[in-house]
């Protein structure tokens, strides 16, 4: 049924989210705007309205195209707005007109030929390039795994980010992204790649340009192609648009409890969601590569990023560790847009003796990383499932993590580790405390941590699982 559609905020974001509705073939009823003197008048040939319009008509929807949208948001809630009526973030607006404008029947594929006798091609995702990152990482391996078990691929590269990982198991697609100005023509360079390696199954890691032209080849080639999603993360974008969408979605895979029951309150359909387990090394016996039983050795691998990794805390803990007399080194792999100013942080409060950063490290050397830590920390705001809190385990070290999407699944909170809340850092420190003056505990709970992972790891078959969603 076609709903009816307004735009809060009559400025420059507005007219150019209009733009873009024109684009795909949508008409919008009006915007909205909280100055009362645009009432009655048009903004770019488009009345427009106070607030109260969408009282009146309770079947439209809103999408706040202001730059601060929290505030707007709130209004519409106090004034008895459906939540799910309100369509907020730039990027989820532009889904939306590119689902009305695809289940309208008004998005054009053009596809000359496709080679029915060709074996069936997996095309993963890299939309934000080859970069380092769990969720990337993760598709590394995954596609050494399918290889193995004769699957061909490829890999479709977005070009926003310089490729910082060289990975030749599959050949690589640069897709021409960054260049270009409008969503639609992004999906479009997507959907004529994904055409031209019909049929195929797309294993979508982002909810973002390659989802959607898998989901528009899907509408228009159902029987070529199979479009599986993967919710690697707990954020609210990931759920709205895998949703709106899932009708050309054969399998939704979650990587932790938590997901899963999120994924059902968004709508979800039950029967398309599949639990993903991380497959990762885990040893039947335990080895420690400890040295120095006086110095508490803590670790973090992963992107240094204030966003979401909330990395700008580390000095934070340091600082609080040496209030409380913990003798430690922080010892920190990986690389991202914070890593030279806490580089520069840790000389200027002179920190090196409690720091050591050692930028990127092969995979292979993460086991062997892992078995010198003690604790592991992470300070993550959100994550899906973090594999380096099952890969830490693995080996033996401790994990001390905020109360993210996937913690409890491999954590219970005082027996294999601590879990506390996002932005608790005082919690936090406290718990590494009392590891550091409990030796005996901290080694008690990373056999703890150990044995988790490995009768989890003994039940995972990778192979009947990608079979059964990719043959099935």
């Not at 048009?42 to 730059?67: D, F, G, M, W």
């Not at 954020?235 to 895979?253: A, G, H, P």
Request: hydrophobic fraction near 40%; glycine fraction near 6%.
């Amino acid at each position: 049924m076609k709903k009816d559609i307004y735009f809060f905020g009559a400025g420059k974001i507005g007219k150019t989210c209009k733009q873009f509705a024109e684009r795909c073939e949508i008409a919008i009823v009006g915007f909205i705007d909280n100055n009362k003197n645009l009432w009655g008048g048009y903004y770019e040939e488009i009345p427009v309205y106070s607030a109260q319009i969408l009282k009146e008509n309770p079947l439209s929807v809103v999408c706040i195209t202001c730059k601060d949208f929290q505030p707007i948001q709130k209004q519409l809630i106090e004034m008895g707005i459906d939540k799910k009526r309100i369509i907020t973030n730039i990027h989820n607006i532009y889904n939306m007109l590119l689902y009305d404008m695809v289940s309208a029947g008004n998005y054009k594929v053009i596809c000359n030929k496709i080679n029915v006798d060709k074996k069936q091609k997996i095309l993963i995702d890299f939309t934000n390039g080859m970069v380092l990152g769990g969720v990337e990482a993760w598709a590394y391996q995954q596609a050494k795994i399918w290889k193995e078990n004769e699957f061909d691929g490829l890999y479709l590269v977005g070009d926003f980010f310089k490729s910082i990982v060289i990975n030749d198991t599959f050949k690589n697609k640069m897709l021409n992204l960054a260049n270009q100005v409008d969503t639609k023509d992004m999906v479009d360079i997507c959907v004529q790649a994904i055409v031209e390696n019909l049929p195929c199954i797309t294993v979508c890691n982002f909810p973002s340009y390659i989802f959607v032209a898998a989901c528009i080849v899907k509408k228009y080639y159902p029987d070529k192609i199979k479009v599986i999603a993967v919710q690697h993360n707990d954020e609210k974008l990931y759920y709205d648009i895998f949703t709106r969408w899932q009708d050309f979605i054969d399998s939704c895979l979650d990587i932790s409890s938590r997901i899963k029951e999120n994924l059902l309150s968004y709508g979800m359909r039950k029967e398309i969601i599949y639990h993903l387990d991380w497959e990762i090394p885990c040893d039947e016996v335990l080895e420690r590569h400890l040295k120095n039983n006086e110095i508490l050795q803590i670790g973090y691998a992963g992107r240094i990023t204030i966003s979401q990794k909330r990395a700008d805390l580390f000095i934070v803990i340091a600082k609080e560790l040496l209030k409380k007399g913990v003798k430690f080194k922080l010892n920190i792999a990986g690389t991202g847009d914070y890593f030279e100013t806490l580089k520069s942080q840790v000389i200027s409060e002179k920190l090196e003796d409690s720091f050591s950063l050692l930028g990127v490290i092969d995979r292979a050397c993460i086991p062997d990383f892992w078995r010198h830590q003690d604790v592991m920390i992470s300070c993550s705001e959100w994550e899906g499932h973090s594999i380096t809190q099952a890969e830490a385990m693995a080996a033996g070290a401790v994990p001390v993590i905020t109360d993210v999407s996937g913690a409890k699944d491999d954590v219970t909170d005082g027996k294999n580790g601590f879990i506390v809340p996002v932005g608790d850092i005082a919690l936090l420190t406290d718990k590494i405390e009392y590891l550091y003056h409990s030796r005996d505990k901290l080694e008690t709970m990373g056999h703890m941590a150990h044995h988790t992972i490995y009768e989890k790891q003994k039940n995972i078959n990778q192979k009947d699982f990608w079979d059964r969603l990719f043959k099935g």
